[in-house]
């Protein structure tokens, strides 16, 4: 599948990858740390209301994770800004994917998960 024009604006400005379907992206980054540890680090999913609750959102976060882990990444961070209006089932998607809330900085709550 060619980059959507949004996949290439994410490329190109942020500096992100992107993992798209026809019904969904996920934006992501590989963070290698000073520490040794590498982390994938989730910036957003989003999947068509219509598609919702039908198993796409988990497809794309395979595909990611398939990503991490060819990266060796030792863990998945994510953030959840509760200010916006999917920010509750953000949080039960985050929770069903075994992330762990870790803190929250500036309004923004912190998820980790241990790869491997």
Same mark, same amino acid.
């Given at each position: 599948?060619?980059? $959507?024009?949004?996949? +290439?604006?994410? @490329?190109?400005? @942020?500096?992100? @990858?992107?993992? @798209?379907?026809?019904?969904?992206?996920?934006?992501?980054?590989?963070?290698?740390?000073? $520490?040794?540890?590498?982390?994938?680090?989730?910036?957003?999913?989003?999947?068509?209301?219509?598609?919702?609750?039908?198993?796409?959102?988990?497809?794309?976060?395979?595909?990611?994770?398939?990503?991490?882990?060819?990266?060796?990444?030792?863990?998945?961070?994510?953030?959840?800004?509760?200010?916006? +209006?999917?920010?509750?089932?953000?949080? +039960?998607?985050?929770?069903?994917?075994?992330?762990?809330?870790?803190?929250?900085?500036?309004?923004?709550?912190?998820?980790?998960?241990?790869?491997?």
């Amino acid at each position: 599948m060619e980059k $959507s024009l949004y996949g +290439k604006y994410v @490329e190109e400005r @942020e500096g992100q @990858e992107i993992v @798209e379907s026809d019904y969904g992206f996920i934006t992501y980054s590989i963070l290698n740390l000073p $520490s040794g540890e590498t982390y994938l680090f989730v910036h957003d999913i989003y999947v068509d209301k219509t598609q919702r609750f039908t198993g796409e959102a988990m497809r794309l976060v395979d595909k990611v994770l398939e990503i991490a882990a060819q990266h060796q990444c030792d863990f998945a961070v994510a953030t959840i800004d509760p200010k916006t +209006k999917t920010a509750t089932e953000a949080m +039960k998607f985050q929770l069903h994917m075994q992330m762990r809330i870790t803190g929250v900085l500036d309004g923004m709550i912190y998820l980790k998960r241990q790869l491997r």
